[in-house]
């Protein structure tokens, strides 16, 4: 029989219990602000007919980095590529059921083809919430406050938010006399960061501008200025309370959608080597699904990139790895209802707790609690038993006391 070479596909990754203590938390830090913030939560399926994916995004996505195939039935599909178009789908099916304006936040899985590295993966999270049914600036503005406040409560001091606007954007490609594909240039322009101005200046010419037409566009956005909607939403993000340097506006910000229609974003932090969200205004998005005509805007945290800066910088609060309080151990049968009961009563209150399953010698009990970073070993012998009294050890200092039941519960509770 051949042995199986067995390992994990590239660009997808298995999640230990080390790192799952730190995706859960950030997991919930941000389900506990949105759902603060007034938003409900939503999921649609990894699985959605190809022609809701394709063209929402750009031509290099559906050529190159969406996943899509024949299914069983015959039926073109794809995996997925962000939250944003399945949740438009949504709108446009469900409209009538939907009060507006509709507040949804969404926590799932999406895929994409991508050259993986640190940050990039095939298989990553989005953290997405949006706003339905108005064209206020005030949704805009909350949106953006909402960002700042996730960076804070996941402990970034250095994050900036990018503010723009496509509609800035689009004034200035028209007054550099490009009038017609200009989802084409931006999605050049969006390189900006990775490729520097040399590059994208070398690709706008390879798609067919000269040389006055570059030279305007990279002019313009040098003289650019917030258009009369974006004034008004920076203005608001003061009455949201932001700090004035924790948001900034760059008439370079393009991000590479072609379904954004106004008031764009983008979170940066320093240490994570660019953007750890971004997302903005698309307000033909469901009509372009089938649905009524619905405006909307939203963002997306990159939870992979927020992770890996969690991390780096060591930003995980020590009570989110300590989770499993105390390990009952086993020192025979004659005892085994006793430390089961002990157990129960442990987890009737809310006290993380392991009974060990074997009768093994008391120091490899000691060493697997170790190993799993539990900070306490609760031992109940025939001693104990007839006092009706635990021996507890703090296995940090390797002091030990004799305790009832209720004084354990209450130590293990402060």
């Given at each position: 029989m051949n042995q199986q070479n067995t390992q994990t596909l590239k660009g997808f990754r298995d999640f230990l219990p080390s790192d799952m203590y730190v995706r859960n938390y950030v997991k919930n830090t941000l389900t506990q602000l949105f759902e603060t913030s007034g938003f409900q939560p939503l999921e649609t399926p990894a699985l959605e007919y190809s022609s809701v994916l394709k063209g929402k995004y750009g031509s290099e996505t559906d050529d190159k980095l969406g996943y899509f195939f024949k299914d069983n039935g015959d039926r073109e599909v794809g995996l997925r590529y962000d939250l944003t178009v399945p949740t438009s789908k949504v709108l446009a099916i469900y409209s009538n059921q939907?009060?507006?304006?509709?507040?949804?936040?969404?926590?799932?899985?999406?895929?994409?083809?991508?050259?993986?590295?640190?940050?990039r993966y095939r298989e990553f999270i989005?953290?997405?919430i949006d706003i339905f049914g108005t064209t206020s600036p005030i949704a805009d503005a909350e949106i953006i406050s909402i960002i700042y406040q996730g960076v804070k409560k996941l402990g970034f001091k250095n994050a900036t938010i990018k503010i723009n606007s496509r509609s800035v954007l689009s004034t200035i490609l028209s007054r550099s006399g490009i009038t017609e594909r200009q989802n084409s240039v931006l999605q050049s322009l969006d390189k900006l960061d990775k490729i520097n101005e040399n590059g994208v200046k070398d690709e706008l010419t390879s798609k067919?501008?000269?040389?006055?037409?570059i030279s305007q566009i990279f002019e313009y956005i040098k003289q650019s200025?917030?258009?009369?909607?974006l004034k008004q939403v920076l203005d608001l993000l003061k009455d949201f309370g932001l700090p004035q340097n924790s948001y900034v506006f760059d008439p370079t910000l393009v991000r590479g959608c072609d379904y954004y229609t106004g008031t764009i974003?983008?979170?940066?932090?320093?240490e994570a080597n660019?953007?750890?969200g971004g997302g903005g205004r698309y307000d033909n998005l469901v009509a372009t699904l089938g649905g009524p005509q619905i405006p909307a805007v939203g963002f997306s945290f990159g939870f992979e990139r927020v992770i890996d800066v969690i991390k780096d910088l060591k930003l995980l609060p020590p009570e989110q790895t300590d989770k499993i309080k105390i390990l009952i151990?086993?020192?025979?049968?004659?005892?085994?209802?006793?430390?089961i009961n002990l157990t129960s009563t442990l987890r009737d209150n809310n006290i993380s707790s392991v009974i060990y399953p074997?009768?093994?010698k008391l120091g490899k009990q000691i060493k697997y609690a170790l190993n799993l970073g539990i900070p306490y070993l609760a031992i109940i012998g025939t001693d104990e038993v007839k006092n009706n009294q635990i021996t507890l050890k703090n296995l940090s200092t390797s002091e030990q006391k004799i305790v009832s039941k209720d004084d354990l519960v209450k130590i293990l509770k402060d």
């Open positions: 939907l009060p507006l304006p509709f507040r949804r936040y969404q926590i799932q899985p999406v895929w994409r083809a991508e050259n993986t590295q640190k940050g989005q953290c997405d067919g501008l000269n040389d006055s037409q200025q917030p258009d009369e909607n974003f983008e979170v940066q932090v320093p660019g953007s750890i151990a086993n020192l025979g049968p004659e005892i085994q209802t006793n430390i074997n009768n093994d």
